[in-house]
């Protein structure tokens, strides 16, 4: 059964360093996401992207966060200057389309010291 | 900004009981969607419920819809050790986006 990969499982970091956080969706899904869930809070909607381009963020994807598809298959999303508060599970999902299942990855755990 | 109330917080049953979860809304969700966490792995996907009135079975889980779309259920019957996780509900904050707003989840633990 097809499933969202990411890597790496955990990442530990010093603060104001760049992290970057990698994700391959199902391989027929158009619709990519990013979400966090900070140690005992519920999961929170960062980002979604669609055909290159983002379509929706959240108040938490400032400026220092950035998302990409590098090419066919990969998805990331980069932290350029972390800072303590990142702390948390990170997770992509994918669909098919823009109403449809939305599918989870593993997560990254984010350590930030 | 679209609130999912879920209850209860935290589940503790024997092995073979029946046991029910809730996610509640006052807002109209066009879908919900449950999900299963286990630690530190990331939510998966159970059902997604679409139309008021609908009830979904998945072996020994049976989803139910509230008629108005604000409200969703899950029973368990038999539950088993393996049942154990936290049991997460999401809807799509607007009717036609896919950002999705999680529940705060109910933590259900079953006793052998």
């Known amino acids: 059964e097809p499933e969202v990969t990411q890597t790496p499982s955990h990442q530990v970091t010093q603060m104001g360093q760049e992290v970057i956080l990698r994700c391959v969706p199902i391989?027929?899904?158009?619709?990519f996401y990013w979400y966090r869930q900070i140690l005992g809070q519920k999961v929170e909607f960062l980002v979604s992207f669609y055909n290159n381009e983002i379509s929706e963020k959240s108040e938490i994807f400032d400026d220092q966060f950035s998302v990409e598809r590098p090419d066919g298959s990969n998805f990331t999303l980069k932290i350029r200057s972390t800072k303590l508060e990142d702390s948390a599970m990170y997770f992509c999902?994918?669909?098919?389309?823009?109403?449809?299942?939305?599918?989870f990855g593993p997560g990254t755990r984010l350590t930030v010291l | 900004t679209q609130l999912l109330e879920q209850s209860p917080q935290f589940l503790s049953i024997q092995e073979g009981e029946n046991l029910t979860v809730y996610c509640n809304s006052s807002?109209?969700?066009?879908?919900l969607q449950w999900y299963r966490q286990e630690p530190g792995e990331g939510p998966v996907l159970l059902v997604t419920v679409v139309t008021g009135g609908e009830v979904k079975k998945l072996k020994r889980l049976t989803f139910q819809f509230g008629d108005a779309r604000k409200d969703s259920s899950l029973h368990i019957t038999a539950a088993q050790p393996g049942d154990t996780g936290l049991y997460l509900c999401a809807g799509p904050e607007l009717e036609y986006g896919n950002k999705l707003v999680f529940g705060a989840g109910t933590i259900l633990r079953v006793k052998s």
């Open positions: 999902a994918s669909s098919e389309d823009n109403y449809n299942e939305q599918f």
């Open positions: 391989s027929n899904h158009l619709y």
């Open positions: 807002s109209v969700f066009s879908s």
